[in-house]
């Protein structure tokens, strides 16, 4: 695995941002995660979870039915759901949350 030079596809482990040339959490992980957060969120109330993990599976559902190409009207529209679930998480949590990108970067 030293060798490796692609993109790195693991479940966050520390140990895997030493390898590779690029890093990708896998879906299947991020979409677990999401899935335990809705079964074991603390506040019944809170949706941003339900909503981001629903997201994740539409845009798996719709790369597959377009032979891996969607459009790039259809990317800005998963990024503007994608911003809105981020600011309803911290509006459900009341404080600011640390995108993703922030804290993969910070193994890169």
Known sequence: MEEYQQILVHDHDKTHYNYGSGHQE????????????VENEPEPDYTWNRKMKDLLTSMIHDRKQSDNKINP?????????????ILLA?????KKLVSITVMISTYL
Request: proline share 0%; glycine share 4%; aromatic share 14%.
């Open 73 to 85: 009207d259809q990317i800005l529209l998963y990024e503007k759901i994608y911003d809105n679930i």
């Open 90 to 94: 911290e509006s459900e949590y009341g």
């Open 26 to 37: 896998c879906l299947a992980h991020v979409l677990r995660y999401l899935q335990d957060s």
